[in-house]
């Protein structure tokens, strides 16, 4: 008799993630000046628990949310659902002050191995097995997931040189740029870089990283993705589950 065959751990299982939960979600304003970003809803659960299952589908489960605008309220909501809650080891961290998109990281405790880090309003169905994969063959320091967006000019933009002669003319040109999806794989010797109690915003870690030769890699990922705090992408978002529901009630 053969014996069994050894099954690999999934890349991303047992890993932790911590969810940047704390900010304000200006561009979604009004709605959310008394409502956390995170909680808004997609669907009849909100865009942070959807992106939580996603988390659980990858083995998952030990999450620390970094709270600040309304941290009570997000408190509060999980506090109710705890039958989702037990599913998790769900830690928080608040800030006082905003410390930034990489400064809030210096306050969370125990990341000693390889972690990921997402902004909490993003819908994705990213597939963070490959993306741990990925980031371990390239021996990154980070790994940033990437997204191909285009941007498109509703304008005809014109070219002219100093003597004010037209040398082109684009009618509504389209640009494609990789861009950021909020979504890292961190290695902890990052968090050296990390001073605690100041403000860091991501981009600024990143080029600190680079200017010190630490390798930092795209994953270039094809894949659904949405950032929900823009109000273009959180009704795409709202029509996408819409649509879902529709299709299981005709079932």
């Known amino acids: 008799m053969k014996p069994a065959k050894k099954t690999k751990p999934a890349p991303a299982a047992g890993l932790r993630a911590?969810?940047?939960?704390?900010?304000?979600?200006?561009?979604?304003?009004?709605?959310?000046?008394?409502?956390?970003?995170?909680?808004?809803p997609l669907g009849d659960k909100p865009v942070l628990e959807v992106l939580m299952e996603r988390l659980l589908a990858f083995g998952i489960n030990d999450v620390t949310l970094t709270l600040g605008h309304l941290a009570e309220l997000l408190k509060a909501y999980f506090h109710h659902r705890q039958e989702f809650r037990s599913r998790f080891?769900?830690?928080?961290?608040?800030?006082?002050e905003p410390?930034?998109?990489?400064?809030?990281?210096?306050?969370?405790?125990?990341?000693?191995?390889?972690?990921?880090?997402?902004?909490g309003d993003l819908l994705t169905d990213l597939d963070f097995g490959a993306l741990v994969n990925?980031?371990?063959?390239?021996?990154?320091?980070?790994?940033?997931?990437?997204?191909?967006?285009?941007?498109?000019?509703?304008?005809?933009?014109?070219?002219?040189?100093?003597?004010?002669?037209?040398t082109a003319?684009?009618?509504?040109?389209?640009?494609?740029?990789?861009?950021?999806?909020?979504v890292y794989v961190y290695e902890?010797?990052?968090?050296r870089h990390i001073p605690k109690g100041k403000?860091?915003?991501?981009?600024?870690?990143?080029?600190?990283?680079?200017?010190?030769?630490d390798r930092v890699c795209a994953y270039p990922?094809?894949?659904?993705?949405?950032?929900?705090g823009r109000p273009d992408d959180y009704a795409r978002a709202q029509a996408i589950f819409a649509e879902k529901r529709s299709a299981s009630e005709r079932v």
Request: charged share 25%.
């Open 18 to 40: 911590v969810i940047l939960a704390g900010g304000k979600g200006v561009r979604l304003h009004p709605f959310t000046v008394n409502f956390p970003k995170p909680l808004v």
């Open 89 to 96: 080891k769900l830690r928080y961290v608040e800030e006082d």
């Open 99 to 119: 410390t930034g998109t990489a400064g809030s990281l210096a306050h969370v405790r125990g990341l000693d191995r390889t972690f990921l880090v997402m902004n």
């Open 134 to 166: 990925f980031h371990r063959q390239q021996k990154a320091m980070l790994t940033i997931a990437t997204h191909m967006r285009s941007v498109k000019v509703d304008l005809g933009v014109l070219d002219f040189d100093k003597e004010y002669r037209i």
């Open 169 to 182: 003319y684009r009618e509504k040109p389209e640009h494609h740029y990789h861009v950021s999806m909020g």
């Open 188 to 191: 902890p010797a990052v968090l």
């Open 199 to 213: 403000y860091l915003d991501f981009p600024d870690l990143v080029l600190k990283l680079v200017a010190n030769g």
């Open 221 to 228: 990922a094809k894949c659904q993705w949405l950032d929900i």
